[in-house]
Structures are given as C-alpha cells and as structure tokens.
Nanobody, 125 residues
Framework: QKQLVESGGGLVQPGGSLRVSCAAS????????IGWFRQAPGKEREGVSY????????IYADSVKGRFTISRDNAKNTVYLQMNSLKPEDTAVYSC??????????????????WGQGTQVTVSS
C-alpha cells in the first residue's frame, strides 16, 4: 500500500521548535516533489513549503520564510519540515503531499498523487 505518514507534531510554546516528518511507504520518494500544507480550524488549506525531487529547489510561503526549513533524505524515504520561532498562528494540521509532476505549480493541490493524514501542531502557552 502506497502511503505518506506524517509524524512529529505536538504542543509547543511560542518561540519553540518542532520538526515534522513525512515518510513514504510502498513507493520511493526519489522521483517525487513534496509539498507541505496546513489547515487551521475555519480556514482554507494553505501551502507552507515545497521541495523538488532533487532537493535543489525549495519554496516557502511568506508567512514562514526565515523560520521553517524543508529538507529531504531520500535514503530514508523521508521529507522533513523544521519549524523554528513558532507562533500561535502556526497552529494547524500539517499534511505532506507527493507529486510526480506539477504542471501548474506547487500550490495546485489537485496535481499531487499522494497525501498524508496530517499531524497536529499546536503553538500555545
């Protein structure tokens, strides 16, 4: 069964850090670009970050630029999102998605082939 599984979410105080992971099983991530998305209660899903299959190209939403870092370890079939200087507004369910080919850009969610179930990140004192 081909699937993505996120882990590493939790409760953290403002200013703290978390690293969430996206692990693939049943297929290799080598040829897939990965997007991280998040959705807060009552809000639309938004793109957080993207990494190309080679890892050379990365993109960040303005709201997380300078605080979040996306990376991948193809040997472990895993993509990571390191989140530093977390703010209460970062609270959301974070999901990863894998795309073999994106034609309309990384925010075109309908072009992703696989999605994880999401992991909750809560930033609160």
């Amino acid at each position: 069964q081909k699937q993505l599984v996120e882990s590493g979410g939790g409760l953290v105080q403002p200013g703290g850090s978390l690293r969430v992971s996206c692990a693939a099983s049943g297929f290799t991530l080598d040829y897939y670009s990965i997007g991280w998305f998040r959705q807060a209660p009552g809000k639309e899903r938004e793109g957080v970050s993207y990494i190309s299959s080679s890892g050379v190209n990365t993109i960040y939403a303005d709201s997380v630029k300078g605080r979040f870092t996306i990376s991948r370890d193809n040997a472990k079939n895993t993509v990571y999102l390191q989140m530093n200087s977390l703010k209460p507004e970062d609270t959301a369910v974070y999901s990863c998605a894998a795309a073999r080919r994106l034609v309309r850009g990384w925010l075109s969610t309908d072009e992703y082939d696989y999605w994880g179930q999401g992991t909750q990140v809560t930033v609160s004192s």
